[in-house]
């Protein structure tokens, strides 16, 4: 059983899965910030282990936080859609990436924001990650009619 250990509330709006990282979303932690907990797999001990909380950098009360389809190898995805740094709830996302080879663990690479990203957008609502390629909605953008933004993690 994983539970967020700081009093987050909302644990598990959203999760994602890979072989060997689980990560789980609270859409609010104590803060009132969304934030994703990661586990790393211990396959000695056959459990989920090595918690490591992330939180977006700019993210504020009620920024929210989400992982849907969001981890792809050493990539992470995690959407703020109620990022408030370009306009009010314009959102954000965020890629991280796994370096082990430090015991550093999970490392933001990357912030994103849409090009033309606009108050109450929902940028971040989502990202889908495959291989080296993101995907992130704006479910909001251009007046409702939504648009989806897409790029490739340049190492």
Not at 63 to 73: F, R
Not at 89 to 95: F, R
């Amino acid at each position: 059983e994983l539970r967020a250990d700081d009093g987050g509330t909302c644990f598990c709006s959203s999760l994602a899965m890979s072989e060997s990282h689980l990560a789980i979303a609270a859409a609010q932690d104590r803060s009132g910030a969304g934030s994703v907990y990661t586990y790393t797999w211990d396959s000695g001990s056959a459990l989920w282990g090595s918690m490591q909380k992330l939180a977006p950098s700019a993210s504020g009360s009620g920024d929210g936080a989400h992982v849907t389809g969001g981890l792809s190898g050493n990539y992470l995805g995690i959407g703020a859609w109620h990022d408030d740094e370009r306009a009010s709830n314009a959102g954000a996302a965020y890629v991280y990436e796994w370096q082990d080879n430090d015991g550093a663990g999970w490392r933001m690479f990357r912030k994103s924001r849409a090009p033309d990203g606009e108050s109450e957008d929902l940028f971040g609502e989502r990202v889908a990650l495959s291989g080296l390629n993101v995907a992130v909605p704006a479910r909001r953008n251009d007046d409702d009619r939504g648009a989806v933004y897409t790029y490739r993690i340049q190492r």
